[in-house]
Structures are given as C-alpha cells and as structure tokens.
C-alpha cells in the first residue's frame, strides 16, 4: 500500500466516523424535526348525537383484591389462560354471599339529535348471580327481556366484563353483539352454550343474535355520533383486543366510554385524536382507566396525571380498575373526578360506584 | 527511551490525507442517514409492542 | 514506582493462544454463554429454579455481581488473593473467585443494604422495612431492588473512570489494599452523590403522600417530561457503554494522544460523557423513528421513560458485541492504521448489534423466560445482558480465556510516577522467553498483549526485544 493511499484511508475513516457521529448528533437534535412525521389529525366525521347518559350498573369486578391475585399467582401467574383459573368463589367475607366475583358492566343511553334513543349495554360482568342481582336493581332484565337494548358491546374477553354473559342471554338470546378482534375460540364457545368446571363459568343460552368482530385500524360507526375503535392489545390471562366507545356529543365535544383501557388512555385518547373529527376536543372519559387496580404505582402513572389536562377533559367518570390511589391523586391534581355514592358494595365515594348515572351533554 | 509505538502515532497523526476527511465525513454523514432508514424499515410493527 | 503487576495485574498477564480463529473465538462465546445459562436457569429464568426475574430483584444481584467484579480484578488487584489467581488452574480461579463474588453481593445486600442502611437510614432500601408500611410484599422487593440496583450501577458506570481517564492518579503507585481502599471510597462518595441525584427524587414520587421533606421532587420532568428515574437509567447506562467501549474499542483513542495526563484525564471525561449523550440522543431518536415520537403520560411503547431505559438497554446490545469482538475475536482487523481499524471494529459492532437485537427480541421468550414484545414490563434486556457481560469477565479476568488461551507467564515490568515502563527494567522471568508479548498496551479490557503478535503462529515472537515500551498517554490500565 502506498503511503498516500494509505493516508487517504486513515483520513476516510477518521472522517468516516467522525462524520457519522456528528450526523448522529445532529439529526437526534437540532434537526429531529425535519426527520419525524407530522402528528395526524383525525379527519372522520361519526356525526353527532345529544346526550349520553352512564348507568353503572356493576364496577365491582370483584370484592378482594388479594383474593384476585392470590387466584392468578397460584395458577402460574399473570399469563395463565383465564378459563383454566380456579377463581375463588366461596368463604370471602367481602364478597357476594362469600363469592369473590363481581363483575363489570354499564348501560349507555344515546339520545340523538332526532331526539330518538338507543340502548347499548357494555359488558356482561362476571359471576350471573352478581349480575341478575345488578341488572335487576337497574332494570335491564326487563329491558333485555323487552328488546329495549339495541347492541351488546363487549369491550374485551376478561372474566370479570365477560364471564356473566348468560345474565345477559337467559333474557335476551338474540341480542346484537359486537366483540374485538382477538377473541379465542372459548369466548365464541360461551357464546353458543358452554361450560368451564374450572373457572366455574356456564352459559346455558345459545347466542342466536347478530355477531359482529371489529378489527383494529378504523373507525366503526356504529350510529348517528356513535363509533369504536378496537386495539390490538395482549392482556393478561390470555386475552387479546379490546374496543372503546365514542361518542360525539353536539356543542360539547367527544365522551369516550370504556371497559378497562387496558391500551391506556393516553394511547385510546390519541388513537381519537389522531382519526376523528373533533378528536382535538376530548370533553368526557368514562369508565375504568387501568392504572392502579393493585393499588401499586409507578411514577409513570404521575407523567399520566400531568399529561391529562392537555386533552381539555372537562368530565372524568372513572372507576374499577382506574384504582382509588389514582382517583385520589387525580383529584388533588385537580382533575375533573366525578364522586360517586359508594352503594351496592362499592366501597369509595373517591368516583363512580354501583348505581350512580352520569350524563354527557 | 525511544517510545515506538508514540513516535508511530506521532507519524500516523502527521500522514492524514485531509482530502479524505472531507469525504470521510460526506460518507459517514450519508451513512448514518442510510443506517436510521434501514432501523426504520426493519423494526416491528406496533402491534409487537 | 510500583510493579505492573502490583498496579493492574490482568494486564501483566501474557496469553499465548492455544487454538486457531475462528474456533478460539466461538468456543469462547460458548464457554461464557454456558456460565451465563447456568446461571439464568438457576437464579433468574421463571420456569427455573430460584425464579428472581421479576425483573428488578434478580437484576438488583445481576449488576451487584457486575460492580463486585470490578472490585475484585480491577480495584483490588485480587487481593487477597493475588498469589492464589497466579498459581491456580483457570477453572479452579473462576470457580472460587465467582464464590468470593456471590459471597460478597449477599453480604452487601442482606448485610449492608437490607439490614442495615435499609433499617436505620432510609426504609425504601429494605424489603421488610416496606412491608412493615403496609407494602404488598412483591412491589416492596422491586421497589427496593430498584434503587439496590440503581447505586451499583451508578458505580459501575463511575468506577472505571478513575482508570480508564486518569489512570488511578494520582493513587498509581499505593500498594494493596491501601490503593483499593481509597479509590473504592472515592468511587462509593461519587456514586453516593450521584444516586442521591439521580435516583433518590424517584422515590419521592414513588410513595403517596409525595416524600416532599425527604427527597427532590424530580427535577428532570421539564425537559424529560417523565418524572420516572429511567430518564436517569437510560443516560448513565450510555455513560457506562461509553467508557467500556472507550476502552476496548477505541483504544482510548483519540485521548491517548493527550500528552499532559491531567489534561488526558479531564478531556477524556468530558469526551466520555459527550459520547454518551451522543448515544442516548441517537438511541431515542432512532426509537422516535420506528415507533412515533414518544407521548407525554403514555404507557408502554410511547411512555417517555421505557423509551429512555430503552435507550440504555440498547447501548448494552451495542456493548455486548463489543465485547465479543475485544474478548474472542481478537478485536477485529489489525493490519490497517489505528483510525481505519477503529472505524472497521465499529462497523462490525454496529452491524452485529442490528443482528443481535433481532435475535433476542425473536429468541428471549422461549430461551429466557422473558415476555414478548419490546416493551412489557417483563421483558428487561438489561438483566440477562449484563448478566452476559458479567460471565464473559469471569472468563477473562477469573479464567484468563481458558483453554482459548493459556496464560504463560507474567511480565515484570517497572512503572514510572507517570504510569510508563521504566527504560532497561523490562524483565521477565526466564519461563517468559521466549514468548514476550510484542507491544505493551496496558489496557485491561483491551487486546491481550500476546493476542496480537501470538497469532497461530507463536514462533514469529521467538527472540523478540525484551524492551516493553508503553505508549504515552495509553496508561498502564
């Protein structure tokens, strides 16, 4: 090798890297902007409706949380398939009739702009005699019974929004239902008639109504000022998807309304923001938000509570999995937590319990 | 005592060809701008998040 | 003046080669990889036997193991065994020195941390204490392990700095164990303070009601729009990539050719912490790029925080074939000058570290027990990569590479106040004739000296000058 090149090549790679270290720096710095994409701004028009009101008819998805826990340790853990989980169900002082399961539901009544109305039921809660208890405290036994209910929307398969689905079908077998993409094969064996000995989960009543599976991705519209969005999240206990209500209330804003969120609400706030119409204006949340269930913390829960406010929420329902510390924290951060009555068995006044209603619009 | 491996240093730092420093940078500048287009393309979907 | 040996006995150490590339270097790999394994089904892996990947309580020992290592060959030059690694078989020096290890990091840990700082001074650094407060007993031990975890590392990123940057001055020439005392006091003050800094306003926020008295609310939230200490885990695990590969890849070039060593020393700190941000900010914003920027409040793959951990445990895949290359593969091509083999050894790291990510995204469930996907809270890279990295020191530092290698003698080489061989006092024992390592570059974790010139061919050294010179500026460490 002759001098010359061999000095023109100690220059290359000296140049070389210094070169790329620099343009490392650079681009990761003063010019990250011109490398990243602009953020998008959601441009689906789901039309409007009047009003939205929330009864919650169960957020007690379950009475012990140890207990819980406890179940899913003792199966293997987190990841166990939760129709293989030998949940506890006798001898809990704090549950129903010693029975630790609860369950998850709520009954959504859209008013639209024609001033017509519909029903959605959003989730079947977990043990059926919690849930007959509860629907028949509300009156959707004999709203099901009377076809009332237009659609059953089951945010995602985990026990406690899913495993009482024969409440729902001993009095509606028909009902219109619509399940995220993600589902197992024993979700759609429930449906049709099935019995697991060992989570204790039956139903007796044959699902003969309309089944409808949402993909992630898009925008469902569901009716006039009425969509989903489902996400692709993996769950514990082996469950796969889960799908969220939007609704767009007139002069008001949107109200999103959702089952646990396990995607996190930032993450279903943005997915809003950055595919519908409005999603600028996020006016309402309700539902469980998924952040401290265990009441265990992580200062990234504290990033979400400061994050909040830039969304422009003026109304925040939030109970069940959302956690009492976190209600607790979001209220003296100030946020727009709306206090429940703590009846039915639901122990805190901190957000919404069993029983109480809010309205959107 | 003659501190060979200095005075190579000293010889090697003396023959840098500064034509190939210029293009040196050009190249390592391009290929790290080549390197973040690749990371782009080959990383996994969201939904392996 | 004090004896190479004294002052940094790995690199008086001289290997000769025992078998042909590439068969020396894979089944190096193999050998630390089988370390590691063992290891990871016994203490770490869920399906194994001890089960402490939870991720923090086993990766609390994982970087323990790391800093005690540190100690034992770097800081305390083996002692108070420097006779016993002489003498023994490599295997026999790996199996006992990694019993003093463990032995030590349980000390440290039920006896310093647990039982004592942890009762007496600040509660969050013992389990027990936290399930005293009423703490559901499994996030008091990831609580705690967390910050356990946090001063190790912190030390492991500040410790070598002393060496690496100043060349141990201005304590060069101070016997054992005075030399081992004084810079682990000096490195355990810094680590203190940086913790303090660091990691202890986490723990503010980390309990309700906010520890307002007790601790900074964390101050890095404006500008790192998280309030989670992985802001400060991301940056300082870059720092300590940066100083490592500064070492093992860069040769400490382009500061070795600082005359001044006060001088060396500050610039290469600085340097240091400058390529260290460098990777940090490159590291998030290659994750910017993949996956959008990151969002405030997020979880998950957008959550600010796992993307600046990420960062950090990004900058490991990057060390982990840096090391491979340095330890196994003779540190890449060396016909070239130093610039062009600098630039080369990068190349191959940054193509390996592409190759290597892959793998372990695609592999790490079914061989490690770990969560799929990048961001779940039980997929940790950092613990079985550290982990790694610590089984491949054993095997270098415990085991001098056996049977790759075979460590043949030890030079007896004179250092000046300034860290240089002394003129006509490069001795060495007669057994060392005529194997003598060519060129002396003290660099612990760097080319062994007889790697290099005791290729295949080790009667190529036979005859070779007795005269060791030192490069200046490349200190004896």
């Known amino acids: 090798m002759t001098v010359s090149r061999r000095d023109f090549l100690k220059g290359l790679a000296l140049g070389g890297t210094a070169g790329y270290l620099a343009m490392a720096g650079v681009s990761s710095t003063v010019m990250k902007d011109v490398f990243l994409p602009e953020e998008p701004v959601g441009d689906v028009d789901i039309g409007a409706c009047k009003s939205v009101k929330c009864t919650v008819v169960s957020e007690t998805s379950w009475f012990n949380n140890s207990v819980t826990v406890g179940d899913m340790m003792k199966a293997g853990g987190l990841l166990v398939n939760q129709y293989i989980i030998p949940w506890t169900h006798t001898g809990v002082k704090e549950g129903f009739h010693g029975d630790n399961a609860g369950g998850y539901s709520t009954l959504i009544d859209v008013e639209f702009l024609d001033g017509t109305r519909k029903k959605i039921l959003l989730d079947t809660g977990w043990n059926s005699n919690w849930m007959r208890e509860c629907f028949k405290r509300e009156g959707v036994d004999q709203m099901l019974q009377k076809d009332q209910i237009d659609l059953l929307f089951q945010t995602h398969e985990h026990f406690d929004h899913f495993f009482g689905i024969e409440a729902v079908l001993e009095n509606c077998a028909d009902i219109p239902m619509t399940v995220p993409k993600g589902f197992y094969q024993e979700g759609f064996d429930l449906l049709q008639g099935a019995h697991f000995d060992v989570p204790q989960v039956k139903n007796d009543h044959k699902h003969t109504g309309e089944l409808v599976v949402r993909e992630s991705g898009k925008v469902h519209k569901l009716y006039p000022g009425v969509a989903s969005i489902t996400f692709d999240s993996s769950i514990i206990t082996r469950v796969k998807g889960e799908q969220a209500l939007v609704f767009n209330i007139k002069d008001k804003g949107l109200a999103v309304i959702t089952g646990c969120c396990h995607m996190g609400i930032i993450s279903l706030l943005q997915e809003v923001r950055h595919r519908i119409q409005g999603g600028d204006k996020i006016y309402a949340i309700q539902g469980g938000l998924h952040i401290s269930p265990f009441e265990d913390w992580d200062p990234q829960y504290d990033d979400l509570i400061l994050a909040i406010p830039k969304y422009g929420i003026e109304v925040m329902g939030c109970n069940h999995c959302t956690g009492y510390l976190t209600a607790e924290k979001m209220i003296k951060a100030g946020l727009p937590v709306v206090e429940g009555t703590a009846r039915f068995k639901s122990r805190k006044k901190l957000y919404l319990g069993n029983g109480d209603q809010i309205v959107f619009g | ?49 | 003046m004090i004896s190479l040996k004294d002052h940094m006995w790995l690199e008086s150490r001289v290997l000769e080669n025992k078998m042909k590339q590439p068969w020396r270097g894979i089944l190096g790999v193999l050998i630390s990889f089988a370390i590691f394994y063992a290891i990871w089904w016994v203490f770490m892996d869920v399906r194994g036997i001890m089960r402490w990947y939870t991720p923090q309580y086993g990766y609390m020992y994982v970087r323990w193991i790391l800093i005690v290592v540190i100690w034992q060959a770097y800081i305390f030059n083996f002692w108070p065994f420097s006779k016993f690694r002489e003498k023994a078989h490599p295997v026999v020096a790996g199996a006992f020195f990694i019993l003093v290890n463990f032995a030590l990091v349980g000390t440290v840990i039920w006896g310093f941390f647990y039982n004592f700082l942890g009762k007496f001074s600040i509660p969050y650094l013992s389990v027990d204490q936290l399930v005293k407060l009423n703490m559901t007993p499994f996030y008091a031990r990831e609580y705690s392990s967390l910050a356990i975890l946090m001063f190790a590392a912190i030390a492991s990123w500040l410790s070598p700095i002393v060496p690496v940057c100043f060349g141990n001055h201005p304590w060069q020439n101070m016997k054992q164990p005075a030399r081992g005392i004084t810079v682990f006091l000096v490195t355990l003050f810094a680590s203190v303070l940086f913790f303090f800094c660091l990691m202890h306003p986490h723990y503010h926020v980390l309990f309700w009601p906010f520890q307002e008295y007790a601790a900074a609310y964390p101050w890095w939230y404006g500008f790192a729009h998280t309030l989670h200490g992985n802001y400060n885990v991301g940056w300082v695990m870059c720092g300590t990539v940066a100083i490592w590969m500064l070492e093992i890849t860069f040769d400490r070039y382009p500061f070795c050719l600082i005359r001044n060593k006060i001088v060396r020393g500050v610039v290469g700190f600085i340097g240091v912490f400058a390529f260290a941000m460098l990777l940090f900010y490159t590291f998030n914003f290659v994750q910017d790029l993949s996956w959008g920027p990151a969002v405030d409040g997020a979880k998950r793959i957008y959550a600010p925080d796992w993307r600046y951990l990420h960062s950090g445990e990004l900058a490991i895949m990057m060390l982990i074939p840096a090391m491979i290359l340095n330890f196994y593969f003779d540190n890449g091509p060396k016909k070239y000058s130093t610039p062009v083999n600098i630039a080369l050894r990068m190349l191959i790291i940054l193509v390996s570290m592409g190759v290597f990510h892959a793998l372990y995204y695609r592999f790490s469930p079914a061989l490690l027990g770990t969560q799929a996907g990048y961001s779940h809270p039980q997929q940790f890279p950092m613990a079985p990569g550290i982990l790694f990295i610590c089984c491949m020191l054993f095997h270098n530092w415990f085991m001098d590479l056996w049977p790759g290698k075979k460590r043949v003698g030890t030079r007896d080489i004179m250092l000046d106040d300034d860290g240089e061989a002394l003129e006509g006092h490069a001795e060495t024992t007669p057994s060392l004739q005529p194997v003598m390592a060519m060129d002396a570059a003290p660099a612990v974790l760097r080319k062994d000296p007889a790697g290099e010139a005791g290729r295949d061919d080790t009667a190529a050294q036979r005859g070779v000058s007795l005269k060791i010179p030192i490069p200046s500026g490349a200190e004896a460490d």
């Open chain 2, 1 to 49: 005592m003659e501190n060979t491996a200095t005075g190579q240093e000293k010889k090697e730092k003396t023959g840098i060809s500064w034509a190939g420093v210029i293009v040196g940078l050009i190249v390592g500048a391009g290929l790290f701008l080549l390197t973040i287009q690749i990371v782009k393309a080959l990383m996994y979907s969201l939904t392996a998040a």
